[in-house]
Nanobody, 131 residues
Framework: QVQLAESGGGLVQAGGSLRLSCAAS????????MGWFRQAPGKEREFVATISWSAVKFRGASLYYTDSVKGRFTISRDDAKNTVYLQMNSLKPEDTAIYYC???????????????????WGQGTQVTVSS
């Protein structure tokens, strides 16, 4: 059974940083896309960032960020640990939300990562940014 376990959330002041981790277990695939979504109180869940990669050599890693986090958030992965990270810098109160990790056994090229349609979800981790 695939499991995604998020960690790293917490309370931080505006301008501060947090790093979220998403450790995947029982998730092995030639093609992988993992990403982060968030949901603030009273709002719909929104896409934050995604990273897509493949064991097929000519397929380079694809990254995608929603406009509101570009230049502040960085998504990365550690294959040895089967973990994806979201480094969040210059946090703003509007970044406050529950952050969810998600995964799909599919590769997306850079111009199509917006089609990310997760098969698996984590339980979420709370990020609170105080002003």
């Amino acid at each position: 059974q695939v499991q995604l376990a998020e960690s790293g959330g917490g309370l931080v002041q505006a301008g501060g940083s947090l790093r979220l981790s998403c450790a995947a277990s029982n998730f092995v695939s030639r093609d992988v896309t993992m990403g982060w979504f968030r949901q603030a109180p009273g709002k719909e869940r929104e896409f934050v960032a995604t990273i897509s990669w493949s064991a097929v050599k000519f397929r380079g890693a694809s990254l995608y960020y929603t406009d509101s986090v570009k230049g502040r958030f960085t998504i990365s992965r550690d294959d040895a640990k089967n973990t994806v990270y979201l480094q969040m810098n210059s946090l703003k109160p509007e970044d406050t939300a529950i952050y969810y990790c998600a995964a799909e056994r599919r590769y997306y090229a850079s111009n199509s990562v917006g089609l990310f349609d997760p098969d698996y979800w984590g339980q979420g981790t709370q990020v609170t940014v105080s002003s």
